[in-house]
């Protein structure tokens, strides 16, 4: 699979990102999202980070589908998202 990486302005909260490529002429549509979790949010111990991401993954919109965990600093981690739509489509386009 091949990978196209497009810089993303660097913003404090969600990003709404939505992509039209278009390979071998056939166009598609991909929806992303970038959220920022704070650590403060967790319900389980901030101090046991990988419970933490799980607990806030698990209830996240199901309609999204974990595409990227970033480099978490000391406040938040940057997750981003694929919209399950997109993904379906994105293994269309690869398979092809």
Same mark, same amino acid.
Request: proline content about 5%; some cysteine.
């Given at each position: 699979? /091949? +990978?196209?990486?497009?810089?993303?302005?660097?913003?404090?909260?969600?990003?709404?990102?939505?992509?039209?490529? /278009?390979?071998?002429?056939?166009?598609?549509?991909? +929806?992303?999202?970038?959220?920022?979790?704070?650590?403060?949010?967790?319900?389980?111990?901030?101090?046991?980070?990988?419970?933490?991401?799980?607990?806030?993954?698990?209830?996240?919109?199901?309609?999204?589908?974990?595409?990227?965990?970033?480099?978490?600093?000391?406040?938040?981690?940057?997750?981003?998202?694929?919209?399950?739509? /997109?993904?379906?489509?994105?293994?269309?386009?690869?398979?092809?």
């Amino acid at each position: 699979m /091949s +990978h196209i990486a497009i810089p993303i302005p660097v913003g404090r909260g969600k990003q709404d990102i939505q992509v039209q490529v /278009s390979i071998n002429g056939q166009r598609q549509d991909l +929806h992303y999202k970038v959220e920022l979790f704070y650590w403060d949010d967790c319900t389980v111990s901030p101090e046991n980070r990988v419970a933490c991401i799980r607990e806030m993954l698990n209830r996240y919109d199901e309609d999204w589908a974990l595409y990227y965990i970033g480099d978490p600093n000391e406040e938040f981690i940057p997750v981003t998202f694929v919209r399950k739509d /997109s993904r379906s489509a994105q293994q269309y386009l690869w398979a092809v």
